[in-house]
């Protein structure tokens, strides 16, 4: 099964570009299908509010659950002292399975990882070329899966995606997705050395075509055991527990609709 790990979804409120304006998935979902994706990982687009973004991305996932994955987006330092909240109502309520955070808006805190920690939630966090951090926090965090969005800057930064590779190879929670890279030779040196478990299979859609990031993925010519690693088999086994308990808590609260439903 081929997932996406890295799609926004839903309405922005910023107005200065695609990203905070609205995300919708229509055509996202449409091209999507046709490369064969089954199952994507969802996220709100920049917003000022993201207890508003993030129930509306929850509302997506509860109306297709089989086709989409949420994950809670966070403002670092605009949520301080409600993370742990946050992140507790993405999880107990929505059944989301990570967390997602955006650099650009502020930098990671202590406080994200601790309710990474809490809930064993692996953390997509775009480090926009500061891939020195992910020394800081594999030492610091080492039971915390960090997932870095495009190989560790977007597009053209090959400075920073080369020196992400480093970390790759040496700290067994720090992963990479593929999304936004342009220069495959550095893709390619990704995999060769740090393996093929340590990359994911990511588009950032719905703005970038997910047929066309995923071409680049399987131009790496990998076989067909590591290429099912790097397009689902890593996101699945990054977000198990989250996964496990989401299913336990639905199965409960459907008992228990069911109960009451018949009087017991």
């Not at 905070?20 to 969802?42: C, E, H, K, N």
């Amino acid at each position: 099964m081929i997932i996406d790990c890295h799609c926004h979804a839903g309405p922005g409120d910023g107005f200065t570009g695609p990203w905070d304006s609205g995300a919708p998935l229509r055509d996202y979902a449409r091209r999507a299908a046709q490369a064969g994706i089954r199952r994507t990982v969802i996220f709100a687009a920049f917003h000022s509010d993201y207890a508003r973004a993030n129930a509306e991305v929850a509302r997506i996932v509860a109306a297709q659950p089989d086709r989409w994955l949420g994950f809670v987006f966070v403002h670092a330092a605009r949520d301080r002292g409600r993370i742990g909240e946050l992140v507790r109502t993405g999880v107990q309520a929505h059944g989301f399975v990570g967390i997602k955070l955006h650099r650009h808006e502020a930098n990671i805190s202590r406080e994200v990882c601790e309710a990474a920690r809490e809930h064993a939630l692996p953390v997509l966090y775009d480090m926009v070329g500061e891939t020195a951090q992910a020394e800081l926090l594999a030492q610091e965090f080492p039971d915390v899966d960090f997932i870095v969005p495009h190989l560790g800057s977007f597009a053209d930064d090959w400075r920073a995606q080369r020196a992400l590779i480093d970390p790759l190879v040496r700290h067994a929670n720090i992963h990479a997705d593929t999304s936004g890279v342009r220069r495959f030779d550095i893709l390619a040196e990704a995999v060769q050395r740090a393996g093929p478990h340590k990359l994911l299979f990511g588009s950032d859609g719905p703005w970038l075509h997910p047929g066309v990031e995923l071409a680049k993925v399987r131009a790496l010519g990998l076989s067909a055991s590591d290429e099912a690693l790097v397009t689902g088999g890593n996101l699945l086994r990054l977000t198990a527990r989250a996964r496990r308990r989401a299913s336990l808590t639905s199965a409960s609260a459907g008992w228990h609709a069911g109960s009451a439903a018949h009087g017991r």
